[in-house]
């Protein structure tokens, strides 16, 4: 018999509440660990997810993995990867307000189905949408907020690092942050 988390991704991949499932090749609805401690939230599929159906799988996908490994997580054991929309807008336009208010109830319930200690927002759509309207990657980056006993902390898109790279060191630093936060939580490995 198929768990709550298979039920939610068969419903997603056969959802319609919005234009975006016309449009898009595959639903990316996640992939890791179902029980992970570390939840990462991007903003949507690009060319490479939308083709193979799984969330960061192109280039910022591997600069992930890296930021990942440095502190010692690794996708699929201690980490689910996940989008704010499951489906990639046409041309990697940005998400439409319909369209996140539309898709945001398959993150709400994989979030409670997962119960991570962390939620690490990448990029400003991701931060924007789950921490709060006026977060600045700028100026929030690596600032953990606490919301309903779940913390969030937000971060550079991979994206944007790869067109600015002075700014990895930054993104680097935010995830030693939360090497210490999964220590003060005692939710280290
Ligand atoms: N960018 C995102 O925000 N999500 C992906 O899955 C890939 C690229």
């Known amino acids: 018999m198929p768990g709550e988390m298979e039920r939610l991704r068969a419903a997603c991949a056969a959802c319609g509440r ?9 639903n990316v609805f996640g992939m890791g660990d179902e029980h992970a401690r570390v939840l990462c939230v991007g903003e949507a599929p690009g060319e490479q997810e939308d083709l193979q159906g799984l969330p ?4 910022s996908g591997k600069l992930l993995d890296l930021y990942l490994g440095a502190i010692g ?17 046409p041309h990697n336009r940005d998400p439409e307000p319909g369209e ?21 927002c990448l990029g400003r759509f991701a931060a924007m949408t789950l921490i709060s309207p006026e977060f600045r990657v700028t100026r929030d980056h690596g600032v953990f907020f606490e919301k309903g006993g779940i913390w969030f902390m937000g971060t550079f898109h991979p994206s944007a690092l790869l067109r600015d790279p002075p700014k ?18 005692g939710a280290e490995k």
């Not at 960061?56 to 280039?59: A, D, H, I, N, S």
């Open 100 to 120: 996140i208010e539309a898709c945001l109830p398959y993150l709400r319930a994989q979030t409670k189905l997962i119960s991570p200690k962390v939620i690490v």
């Open 56 to 59: 960061f799988v192109g280039p």
């Open 18 to 26: 919005c234009g975006l499932g016309k449009t898009r090749t595959n």
């Open 73 to 89: 997580l690794r996708r699929g054991e201690d980490v689910y990867i996940a989008n704010i929309l499951k489906c990639r807008p």
């Open 168 to 185: 990895k060191a930054l993104a680097l630093d935010d995830f030693l942050g939360l090497e210490d936060k999964l220590k003060e939580l």
